[in-house]
Structure formats: structure tokens, C-alpha cells
Nanobody, 122 residues
């Protein structure tokens, strides 16, 4: 499975961006999908994840109330709506397909996209 993330860019603090990720083929019914990010000099960290049906989501505490993950299985797409962006949200954002259910651990994700860069200026 190949993943392609897009939608990153430069935005001022307080602004919004919507990231998109497409998969090369339909995911299986038990494949959650997630977004992770990596800031320069830091480890990759969990951002958000969503179950295949979209009825279960998980967010990092740092983005709760500001980010929203969604998916459209008919289009093989997953999205990350990011509002009220902060400079600390800067980083490369990666989408990933989970081995199974929603997880906050990168070890539970099987396929990864190439990342899209988000820069939030203060």
C-alpha cells in the first residue's frame, strides 16, 4: 500500500490547514489510519487516529479541540483538519495505515506516506 500526503504549507499562528492522504488501494475493514508528526530534532509523535468506520478516534492531548481527523473509505482518503495552529505544530506530518485498530504507537502502523511539511509562523 502506498500513501500520499498533501496539504502542508506555511501558515500564520491561528490559521488553519487541511491535510489529505490517499492510499493506493482500499484498506481492510480493520485498518485504522493515523497521522503522526516530526519536528526538527525531535522524535516522531502521534497526532490523531481514526477507525475504519470512523466511529472511534484518538487525539494527542496537544491537539485536542483544534484538530479533527476524518476519512472517506469510498475515496481511499483520510483527512486532518487543523485549526488554531500554533508554532509548536510545525513539523513533517505523516499519514499511516495501522495493522489493526486505533493506536497511538507508531509500532502499530504498517504503511507510511512520505510526509507533508507544515510550518506555523508566530
Amino acid at each position: 500500500v502506498q500513501l500520499q500526503a498533501s496539504g502542508g504549507g506555511l501558515v500564520q499562528a491561528g490559521g488553519s490547514l487541511r491535510l489529505s492522504c490517499t492510499t493506493s488501494r482500499r484498506t481492510h475493514s480493520n485498518n485504522a489510519m493515523g497521522w503522526f508528526r516530526q519536528a526538527p530534532g525531535k522524535e516522531r509523535e502521534f497526532v490523531a487516529a481514526i477507525s475504519w468506520r470512523g466511529d472511534s478516534t484518538s487525539y494527542a492531548d496537544s491537539v485536542k479541540g483544534r484538530f479533527a481527523i476524518s476519512r472517506d473509505n469510498a475515496k481511499n482518503m483520510v483527512y486532518l483538519q487543523m485549526n488554531t495552529l500554533k508554532p509548536e505544530d510545525t513539523g513533517v506530518y505523516y499519514c499511516a495505515v495501522a495493522k489493526s485498530y486505533v493506536s497511538t504507537s507508531y509500532r502499530d502502523y504498517l504503511y507510511w506516506g512520505q510526509g507533508t511539511e507544515v510550518t506555523v509562523s508566530s
